[in-house]
């Protein structure tokens, strides 16, 4: 029931996925917690395709952000804030897409001028969240987290990264999923 190939848009080709995908969204789109969700599988399996769908079917009140890890990670150079400031951008650009809400324009010199990316990374989702408001809250979809995974084995990226995105989960900035293969 499933093709392999590019990421399956269409509700037409989307077949045999409706209970996942609906299981999925009340899991993540419960206003009452933030969630983290892991789903895995082989290449080609359909992972993008879910949260493709994913984002589609958000409620309104979720700021569904999908991240493309693939193409963030197209440099060697300084990948921690490589990361920090594109997330942010991801964030800024998928906002205004997504839900036409217009969130402070990302500041590239707070990522690459200073010290800690990870401080303005956090800096700026506090941020986006003060102009989002607590009604309404960001879903991060990270796709191909197996590649920042083997970022941080090969000694690109700290292991701090991984602490540091569960810390902001936990706080309550953001929920978020990952796909990666197995």
Same mark, same amino acid.
């Given at each position: ?18 209970i ?7 899991l993540?789109?419960?206003?009452? /917690? ?11 399996? @359909?992972?993008s395709?879910?949260?493709h ?6 409620p ?6 999908y991240?493309?890890?693939h ?10 804030k490589?990361?920090?400031y594109?997330l942010?951008s ?7 897409? /997504?839900r /036409?809400?217009?969130?402070?324009k990302?500041?590239?010199d707070k ?16 941020e986006?969240?003060?102009?989002? @408001?607590?009604?309404?809250?960001l ?9 920042l995974t ?10 701090q990264t ?8 936990e /706080?309550?900035h ?5 796909a @990666?293969?197995?």
């Amino acid at each position: 029931p499933y093709i392999t190939g590019s990421v399956v848009k269409t509700d037409e080709m989307f077949k045999g996925r409706e209970i996942l995908l609906a299981e999925l969204t009340e899991l993540v789109c419960n206003p009452n /917690q933030t969630s983290s969700v892991v789903i895995y599988g082989q290449k080609r399996a @359909g992972k993008s395709s879910i949260l493709h769908h994913l984002c589609k079917r958000a409620p309104e009140w979720i700021i569904p952000v999908y991240v493309p890890l693939h193409e963030v990670f197209t440099s060697n150079d300084n990948l921690e804030k490589l990361l920090y400031y594109s997330l942010a951008s991801y964030i800024e650009e998928e906002s205004l897409k /997504q839900r /036409q809400i217009e969130l402070p324009k990302v500041n590239p010199d707070k990522f690459y001028d200073g010290l800690l990316a990870s401080k303005s990374l956090k800096e700026y989702i506090v941020e986006a969240n003060k102009v989002i @408001g607590s009604q309404r809250r960001l879903l991060l979809l990270f796709d191909e987290f197996t590649d920042l995974t083997n970022k941080i084995e090969n000694n690109s990226l700290s292991t701090q990264t991984l602490r540091f995105f569960k810390a902001l989960a936990e /706080q309550g900035h953001f929920s978020w999923v990952i796909a @990666g293969i197995d």
